[in-house]
């Protein structure tokens, strides 16, 4: 059974800093490559940033460039992203899913393995 745990989310205040964790079973996790996405209230799910395989490359959406980091450590069949510098407008439910990369490194379709999310609030 497929399953993705998704953890680490919480309250931080602007300029502060969070790690996300997605926790993956049920599926050989170090074959595919990931990415991390998050939805906030009203608006569409986004693609924040995605993983290779094997890990040796990244993308990231315009808004996150430089104040998130993805990495994974298929040993431990997890994923991570390090968000600093977190505004009010990162405030959303962060998911995690198993993506297909296109030629171009661009996610061409996703597996629908989503968890449950969890829940960053960026507030003073």
């Known amino acids: 059974q497929v399953q993705l745990v998704e953890s680490g989310g919480g309250l931080v205040q602007p300029g502060g800093s969070l790690r996300l964790s997605c926790a993956a079973s049920g599926f050989a996790f170090s074959n595919y490559a990931m990415a991390w996405y998050r939805q906030a209230p009203g608006k569409e799910r986004d693609m924040v940033a995605s993983i290779s395989s094997a890990g040796g490359s990244t993308n990231y959406a315009d808004s996150v460039k430089g104040r998130f980091t993805i990495s994974r450590v298929n040993a431990k069949n997890t994923m991570y992203l390090q968000m600093n510098s977190l505004k009010p407008e990162d405030t959303a439910v962060y998911y995690c899913?198993?993506?297909?990369?296109?030629?171009?490194?661009?996610?061409?379709?996703?597996?629908?393995?989503w968890g449950q999310g969890t829940q960053v609030t960026v507030s003073s």
């Open positions: 899913d198993a993506v297909i990369w296109d030629k171009y490194g661009s996610i061409a379709s996703n597996y629908d393995y």
